[in-house]
């Protein structure tokens, strides 16, 4: 079974930035999409950016913001994460999804995210 620890979570001020890291316990196939999601206090959990074979998506509050990658040799994904505000705060999930067999699905610990003064 697959194992995703997320570390680089923190306290940032307002325009600050952060790089959040997710490693894999295994070798991550191309057969499954990587992505980040958060949840803040009393909210849903939801999707931030994913990526696989090289393709990238963001939702629109991520675009031009958060840069989603991946070292294919370190098995690990990363969340580049700049001009953050506090709207931000949250905790951030890696997440590893079979792009057709959605029900193998993995999902790390969580790392804290927070943006303020």
């Known amino acids: 079974q697959v194992q995703l620890v997320e570390s680089g979570g923190g306290l940032v001020q307002p325009g600050g930035s952060l790089r959040l890291s997710c490693a894999s316990s295994?070798?991550?196939?191309?057969?499954?999409?990587m992505g980040w999601y958060r949840q803040a206090p009393g909210k849903q959990r939801e999707l931030v950016a994913a990526?696989?074979?090289?393709?990238?998506s963001y939702e629109d509050f991520a675009k031009g913001r958060f840069t989603i990658s991946i070292d294919d040799a370190k098995s690990t994904v990363y969340l580049q994460m700049n001009n953050l505000n506090p709207e931000d705060t949250a905790v951030y999930y890696c997440n590893a999804r079979h792009f057709i067999e959605s029900h193998l699905s993995y999902w790390g610990r969580g790392t804290q995210v927070t943006v303020s003064a």
């Open positions: 990526i696989r074979s090289g393709r990238t």
């Open positions: 295994e070798t991550i196939p191309t057969t499954y999409v």
